[in-house]
């Protein structure tokens, strides 16, 4: 979860393009444009971004806690449910296997995920919207266990056999926005800085040839004792090569892709991001530890294996 607003986001400050090009310039100094989120901003050099071993097992169960309330909910999406049905199937999860929903922690926000419909991006509250046939659905959740944190969020199109050209549309752009993290993730396995995850972000969107915009405005981040912690994790190139990439490291991977310009206005509920030219948008992210012997998947059951193995990458356990 990225939050909204100028004290609840990683925002980089850059004009509106509708695409990106992996021949391009740089596209930004990060430490000139880069607001952190308050816990990190707050507290400079407090805490170091490595954990320790034993820390990053630590947020393993987080990890999977994630990982079954977005399976909840995954299982319920369909034409006639709400979004705050999604929500409570969610919070049913998080609460039983004696966790707490990280989302509720942030200030303001009061419910387990975020669920983003069509042109919304990120950021969506759930509540009285029924989904509907073609309908693409970014859901977003996170879940606290004994002081750690995992955060994770998927795409879905609902599905729609009168309108399968639309269908299949959004159904490229969530597969090629859920590749892009992929890709970020794999560069991660053997990336030295972490300005090398965007990077490959990047190219995998510009390969697909759609014209596709990657948001500029909100970005991935560090995880661990806190939902939102340094460093920034940029889904595009910057100049800055960001930290150096070693064991101990804690990141949530989140592409965020729309189908037309990445311009993007917060509705009058001050949480839900839209795209200005209301074209829709996608949604992916996993928390990923670099390890001793690798990296794994905080939030994937199997460490990220299938979404690796593309990439010619294996994921270790944390020993």
């Known amino acids: 979860m990225a939050s ?13 393009t509708r695409s990106l090009h992996a021949s391009s310039p740089c596209s930004i100094r990060a430490a000139s444009h880069v607001r952190l989120p308050p816990d990190v901003a707050l507290f400079p050099g407090r805490r170091s971004i490595y954990k ?18 977005l399976d909840a909910v995954r299982a319920l999406i369909a034409p006639g449910i709400t979004t705050l049905e999604l929500d409570a199937a969610a919070s049913a999860v998080i609460i039983g296997r004696g966790a707490t929903s990280n989302f509720q922690m942030v200030r303001g926000y009061r419910h387990t995920i975020c669920a983003s419909v069509n042109e919304q991006v990120v950021h969506g509250i759930p509540g009285s919207r029924v989904l509907e046939p073609g309908d693409i659905v970014s859901i977003d959740a996170g879940a606290e266990y004994q002081g750690w944190n995992g955060d994770s969020a998927f795409t879905v199109v609902v599905p729609d056999p009168t309108r399968p050209e639309l269908v299949a549309e959004r159904e490229e752009l969530s597969r090629v926005t ?77 592409p965020m892709v729309v189908a037309g310009d990445q311009a ?21 992210e996993h928390s990923v530890a670099v390890h001793d012997g690798g990296i794994w998947v905080l939030t994937a059951p199997d460490g990220g294996a299938a979404g690796l193995a593309p990439f010619g990458v294996t994921p270790h356990e944390i020993g």
């Open 264 to 284: 993007t206005f917060v509705e009058d509920d001050e949480w839900t991001v839209s795209t200005l030219d209301g074209t829709a948008g996608s949604h992916w």
């Open 52 to 69: 320790t071993p034993a820390q990053l097992r630590a947020m393993i169960e987080p990890g999977l806690i994630t990982a079954a309330a």
């Open 178 to 254: 859920e590749a892009s993290m992929w890709a970020g993730i794999a560069a991660l396995a053997t990336a030295t800085h972490v300005g090398e995850v965007g990077a490959a972000v990047q190219d995998r969107v510009v390969a697909a040839g759609r014209g596709y915009g990657i948001l500029r405005e909100y970005v991935g981040h560090g995880i661990g004792r806190r939902m939102h912690e340094s460093p920034s994790v940029f889904n595009y190139r910057i100049e800055d090569e960001g930290p150096e990439v070693r064991p101990g490291l804690a990141l949530a991977i989140e």
């Open 4 to 16: 909204a607003g100028s004290s609840r986001r990683s925002t980089a400050s850059v004009p509106s």
